[in-house]
């Protein structure tokens, strides 16, 4: 198992998996934690193996862990997430990347394009990325309700400005009259 991060493409074997294992340094987790703008980055780990897919095509399969903390979207107390997924990136050597206006999507997307190396690196990092929770919220943590109105009078609440309660209260008188 190697903690090499960069792989260029011509080295790679055909036949054999390549695995690897990467834990990053404190100075390292400092660095990615500052980049994603989170609170706090411990254990992050990522180990895998990237494999040949038919003959020009590269497949990284890995798992990723890491205990991120992030600002409560409703408090902004820290929260901490332990994080463990699985990461599977498919690097096309006959990429289309096209600049017209409708480009029909790929089937799979996980698919990239594949360059003249793999950096598993930034691929951990990417993988972090995306699986950050997007609205961290604290235990018990709640959004509170906004009345306002003019004085004197009744304020609206959030029931009363959904379109379909109103529909089903009409239902109901509708019913009670036959």
């Known amino acids: 198992m190697s903690d090499k991060t960069v ?7 055909q036949n054999a998996p390549t695995t690897f294992s990467l834990r990053p ?19 992050l780990s990522f180990a895998g193996q990237i494999t040949a897919s038919g003959k020009k ?8 862990g890491a205990t991120v903390v992030q600002p409560c979207v409703v408090t902004l107390d820290p ?3 332990r994080l463990d997924k699985q990461v599977r990136r498919i ?37 972090l990325a995306l699986n950050l929770p997007e609205y961290p919220r604290a235990d018990g943590a709640e959004l509170g309700q906004l009345n306002v109105t003019e004085p004197g009078k009744t304020a609206m ?5 959904k379109p379909f309660a109103g529909l089903a209260e009409l239902r109901d008188q509708l019913k009670k009259e036959e």
């Open 57 to 64: 095509d590269w497949e990284i399969r890995a798992d990723l």
């Open 91 to 127: 690097l096309l050597a006959e990429w289309i990347d096209s600049e017209e206006a409708e480009v029909e999507m790929t089937e799979d997307e996980e698919a990239d394009q594949l360059g003249a190396e793999i950096d598993v690196f930034a691929v951990m990092v990417e993988a």
């Open 7 to 13: 792989w260029r493409v011509a080295d790679l074997p």
């Open 157 to 161: 609440t959030d029931d009363d400005v």
């Open 25 to 43: 340094d404190a100075d390292t987790l400092r660095q990615i934690q500052e980049d994603l703008g989170l609170l706090g980055l411990r254990k």
């Open 79 to 81: 929260v901490a997430t």
